[in-house]
């Protein structure tokens, strides 16, 4: 439950980042700044060209922390699915898998449905082929918002709707990226496409030899990042790409290494510590010495290089990428704004995808599959408690930003910016209602239906 725990210490960052944006990008001291800081441009310049530089293009602050920083973000989420589908996680059988991959499947279809709906019922229809692009962006759960809410309930919440709920998130950002890679793909340079798979057979072939540098595959996958932004294809995706390339198995195995560890550490005497001994040192034999350095190296290669690279990313991305992202995503500028646009169009759109579309996909998928008897309720767990979690999956911060930056991009061509510009602080609008409406409404019912002791409930299977 470690990852759990650092995943909801995360989130509180990402609350503290989304509040600070939205006071600064409604203050009157730092509104102007907040607005025009992202657009300034970074470049490196060689030669006279500029390698950040696409399609004539400048890269700005706000697309490199959208393209480049959140690229390391999708590392860390590929580095988790490769995890979890080959190395014994929670997607890693069908009977593991099968209840959160349907609740995600359910909760990324549902929602968009509703969007789509609510689009047609209220928005403008004179701008409806625009504003059908951001029908994905309801579909996400922020893994680390949803599961920062859930640990307030701390002891109270059976282990079973832990699991279910990351393993559930972890399928769900699985869809994120299929959508990413499919839906926001204009053009296709297959020049720089081949640059891409020269990166992976390069990264499979050191990974076939056994190699295991973390820098040396950070290195590849800056070069691979760089061919896939020119790609046409989102630059993200080659953090996706390049965790699927990282080695996830040990070159003898877990057990190998644990045993030699033991043998070394056995042929140290058995000493009784006095507090004398304690501020004396000892001098070791060059036996001692060359066991301890065996040691050291079966511990180093005791930590597969997926794993060791997924801790090292773990805390910066949750501590420092994340809350980046959300500081130049989500300032939501109200100066304008009538509250009427939650109620039509995209706005109202987002919001209910959220709200209603993540909780009703999320349970009739639960429901159908269990009173089919495909699978069980997770262990622990009542329909209640079930209920409160369904709700919570609507809190879709981090990956619904990011895809709602996709779908209305100010520069996007024949559309005129000011609209982009209004659609999508919309959409930002009703993540953030949708958000925290759905964080209370699920703590409500999670508070009303978990025990209050630290006793588990017996789930039944309906």
């Not at 689009?119 to 409806?128: N, P």
């Not at 001098?283 to 050291?296: A, C, D, V």
């Not at 079930?386 to 990011?402: K, N, Q």
Request: proline content about 4%; aromatic content about 8%; glycine content about 10%.
């Amino acid at each position: 439950m470690s990852t759990i725990r650092k995943y909801a210490e995360g989130g509180y960052f990402l609350i503290a980042s989304t509040v600070a944006a939205l006071v600064a990008a409604n203050w009157s001291g730092t509104s102007q700044w907040y607005k025009e800081v992202w657009q300034r441009p970074l470049q490196i310049i060689v030669g006279g060209t500029d390698l950040l530089g696409h399609a004539g293009h400048a890269l700005t602050i706000g697309g490199f922390i959208n393209d480049f920083l959140m690229a390391l973000f999708f590392l860390s989420v590929g580095l988790e699915l490769k995890r979890e589908i080959f190395c014994g996680g929670e997607l890693s059988s069908v009977r593991k898998a099968l209840l959160p991959v349907l609740a995600a499947i359910g909760g990324m279809i549902m929602p968009t449905v509703i969007f789509g709906i609510a689009c047609y019922c209220t928005g403008d229809a004179q701008y409806m082929e625009v504003m059908e692009r951001g029908m994905p962006i309801p579909m996400a759960t922020d893994i680390a918002f949803s599961l920062g809410v859930l640990s307030l309930f701390s002891r109270r919440v059976p282990i079973g709707l832990k699991v279910f709920l990351a393993a559930l998130a972890v399928a769900d950002d699985l869809g994120g990226i299929v959508v990413i890679a499919v839906k926001y793909t204009d053009h296709i340079s297959l020049s720089h496409l081949s640059g891409v798979l020269g990166c992976v057979v390069l990264c499979l072939a050191l990974s076939y030899r056994h190699v295991h540098s973390k820098i040396g595959y950070l290195m590849i996958g800056i070069v691979m990042w760089w061919c896939m932004f020119q790609s046409g294809i989102h630059a993200t995706m080659a953090g996706v790409v390049l965790a699927f390339c990282i080695p996830a198995r040990l070159n003898h195995g877990t057990k190998y290494y644990i045993e030699r560890i033991r043998r070394h550490i056995d042929t140290f005497p058995h000493y009784e510590v006095t507090a004398h001994d304690k501020r004396t040192p000892h001098m070791l034999t060059e036996e001692e010495i060359q066991n301890l350095r065996s040691i050291e190296s079966a511990s180093t290669h005791l930590i597969s290089t997926l794993q060791d690279m997924e801790d090292v990313l773990r805390n910066p991305i949750n501590i420092i990428i994340i809350p980046l992202f959300a500081f130049a995503n989500a300032g939501v500028c109200f100066d304008g704004m009538s509250p009427l646009n939650l109620f039509e169009g995209v706005g109202l759109g987002v919001f209910l995808g959220l709200v209603v579309g993540k909780f009703t996909g999320v349970m009739s998928a639960c429901w159908l599959s269990i009173k089919a008897r495909i699978v069980q309720l997770p262990d622990g767990a009542d329909w209640p408690a079930l209920a409160g979690v369904a709700m919570l999956c609507g809190i879709g911060f981090t990956v619904s930003m990011f895809m709602s930056a996709l779908s209305y991009p100010y520069d996007l061509d024949g559309q005129d910016p000011l609209l982009m510009q209004t659609l999508l602080n919309d959409a930002k609008l009703g993540i953030l209602c949708g958000t925290v409406t759905s964080a209370v409404i699920g703590s409500v019912i999670l508070n009303r239906t978990l025990p209050r002791t630290g006793r588990r409930r017996v789930s039944r299977a309906v």
